[in-house]
């Protein structure tokens, strides 16, 4: 109920900015339409009205766009990363709006005579130079330059922000996901590749954090806020944990889904403490799309440890979720690691399932040790060339 409220109270605001908007426009053309009407040549009076009047919006847009250009924060504020903002845009705006400003001050004496002699060159296009067309054609221009202004201004300084600073958190998501991949850490890569990719937009947030998830999942000292940056801390501490793989299954198999999710981090952060059953759980009745998505994580790092017949299980279960109407959504962050993990199931060789005990193994089923120089061994011990991204 909250929910579609808020959801219905956005809506309305966004519909009384559209108005808000749309009122000076339509105040304007009417404006026109009626001048228009009233000369010998409508259309010709009309199309070069709205010639002029588009024209005077843009040059207005321009300026509001150099006025309203934001500026980088200094110090502590800067994004953290390989690369620095560049602030030429921001220089250059900095330079016009000063020049702009200090030649229009110098010329406000003379502005009434240079008002009447745009109006004066621009009449024709209204239809001829009488006594009407002059003023109209200078107020014409003079109405639309500062709603284009004002327009470029407002929509500047609301959503430019916010574009930069998404593409600055997402290429600091990017340099720190090649970090761990430099590492070794092909789950915590994979996971910052997928988060960059959603603050650009080019994957659905199918993997949606529950409201209560937070409360549920434990508070880890130092880590950041919100659930994805708990289950970051826990499965950075996975290799030091002195947790076992039963206690691991145990948590996970407590039923709540913030235990379940921190099972599943401690198995993205140490495959030792895998169980595959739960990962299959996990992907095919998850709690949620973030369940899920973690799941999907956690099955990622058990690829090259898998054994021929549970990776066909964990295939059959991955592929079956992406075509379930009610499973994994196209185009969304878990379609695109679930297509990756189908991928290297089809590329790797996978390690032969172990005898029982007491029995022989048979010679053709040991696999051969690769040697130091063998182009087959990877540096994160995978067993393959890549990890095929």
Same mark, same amino acid.
């Given at each position: 109920?909250?929910?579609?409220?808020?959801?219905?109270?956005?809506?309305?605001?966004?519909?009384?900015?559209?108005?808000?908007?749309?009122?000076?426009?339509?105040?304007?053309?009417?404006?026109?339409?009626?001048?228009?009407?009233?000369?010998?040549?409508?259309?010709?009076?009309?199309?070069?009205?709205?010639?002029?009047?588009?024209?005077?919006?843009?040059?207005?847009?321009?300026?509001?766009?150099?006025?309203?250009?934001?500026?980088?924060?200094?110090? *502590?504020?800067?994004?953290?990363? @390989?690369?620095?903002?560049?602030?030429?845009?921001?220089?250059?705006?900095?330079?016009?709006?000063?020049?702009?400003?200090?030649?229009?001050?110098?010329?406000?004496?003379?502005?009434?005579?240079?008002?009447?002699?745009?109006?004066?060159?621009?009449?024709?296009?209204?239809?001829?130079?009488?006594?009407?067309?002059?003023?109209?054609?200078?107020?014409?221009?003079?109405?639309?330059?500062? /709603?284009?202004?004002?327009?470029?201004?407002?929509?500047?300084?609301?959503?430019?922000?916010?574009?930069?600073?998404?593409?600055?958190?997402?290429?600091?998501?990017?340099?720190?996901?090649?970090?761990?991949?430099?590492?070794?850490?092909?789950?915590?890569?994979?996971?910052? %590749?997928?988060?960059?990719?959603?603050?650009?937009?080019?994957?659905?947030?199918?993997?949606?954090?529950?409201?209560?998830?937070?409360?549920?999942?434990?508070? *880890?000292?130092?880590?950041?806020?919100?659930?994805?940056?708990?289950?970051?801390?826990?499965?950075?501490?996975?290799?030091?944990?002195?947790?076992?793989?039963?206690?691991?299954?145990?948590?996970?198999?407590?039923?709540?889904?913030?235990?379940?999710?921190?099972?599943?981090?401690?198995?993205?952060?140490?495959?030792?403490?895998?169980?595959?059953?739960?990962?299959?759980?996990?992907?095919?009745?998850? %709690? @949620?799309? /973030?369940?899920?998505?973690?799941?999907?994580?956690?099955?990622?790092?058990?690829?090259?440890?898998?054994?021929?017949?549970?990776?066909?299980?964990?295939?059959?279960?991955?592929?079956?979720?992406?075509?379930?109407? !009610?499973?994994?959504?196209?185009?969304?962050?878990?379609?695109?690691?679930?297509?990756?993990?189908?991928? %290297?199931? !089809?590329?790797?060789?996978?390690?032969?399932? !172990?005898?029982?005990?007491?029995?022989?193994?048979?010679?053709?089923?040991?696999?051969?040790?690769?040697?130091?120089?063998?182009?087959?061994?990877?540096?994160?011990?995978?067993?393959? !060339?890549?990890?095929?991204?």
């Amino acid at each position: 109920m909250a929910k579609a409220r808020r959801r219905v109270g956005t809506s309305a605001l966004r519909a009384v900015h559209w108005t808000a908007a749309g009122v000076p426009v339509g105040t304007g053309l009417l404006g026109l339409l009626l001048f228009s009407l009233g000369r010998e040549d409508a259309w010709q009076a009309l199309g070069g009205g709205l010639v002029v009047a588009g024209a005077s919006a843009v040059l207005g847009g321009a300026l509001g766009f150099l006025f309203g250009v934001p500026r980088v924060r200094g110090g *502590s504020d800067e994004p953290q990363g @390989s690369y620095a903002p560049n602030t030429n845009l921001e220089q250059v705006s900095d330079w016009l709006t000063k020049v702009l400003l200090g030649v229009g001050l110098t010329q406000l004496g003379s502005l009434g005579e240079r008002l009447h002699d745009l109006g004066t060159a621009l009449a024709p296009a209204l239809g001829g130079e009488d006594g009407a067309a002059v003023p109209f054609a200078a107020a014409l221009v003079l109405y639309f330059l500062v /709603f284009g202004f004002l327009a470029g201004w407002l929509v500047t300084r609301l959503a430019l922000p916010r574009v930069l600073t998404d593409a600055d958190q997402a290429l600091d998501l990017f340099l720190a996901g090649q970090d761990r991949d430099r590492r070794g850490d092909k789950v915590g890569a994979d996971d910052l %590749r997928m988060r960059a990719m959603h603050q650009l937009g080019l994957l659905g947030d199918s993997a949606a954090q529950p409201a209560a998830l937070a409360a549920q999942l434990p508070p *880890s000292a130092g880590s950041p806020t919100g659930p994805e940056g708990v289950v970051a801390e826990v499965r950075s501490t996975a290799r030091r944990s002195a947790l076992t793989a039963d206690q691991v299954r145990d948590l996970f198999a407590d039923g709540s889904e913030g235990r379940r999710i921190q099972a599943l981090a401690l198995m993205q952060g140490d495959p030792s403490l895998a169980d595959l059953p739960s990962v299959l759980d996990a992907i095919e009745h998850p %709690r @949620s799309g /973030f369940e899920q998505y973690h799941a999907l994580l956690a099955a990622r790092g058990l690829l090259s440890f898998l054994p021929g017949a549970e990776a066909q299980r964990l295939r059959d279960a991955v592929a079956a979720q992406l075509v379930d109407p !009610q499973g994994i959504p196209y185009g969304s962050d878990r379609s695109w690691l679930a297509e990756k993990i189908l991928s %290297r199931l !089809q590329e790797t060789a996978f390690v032969p399932a !172990q005898p029982a005990a007491g029995q022989p193994v048979p010679a053709a089923s040991v696999p051969a040790a690769p040697s130091a120089a063998s182009p087959s061994a990877s540096p994160d011990g995978d067993g393959s !060339q890549g990890d095929g991204s």
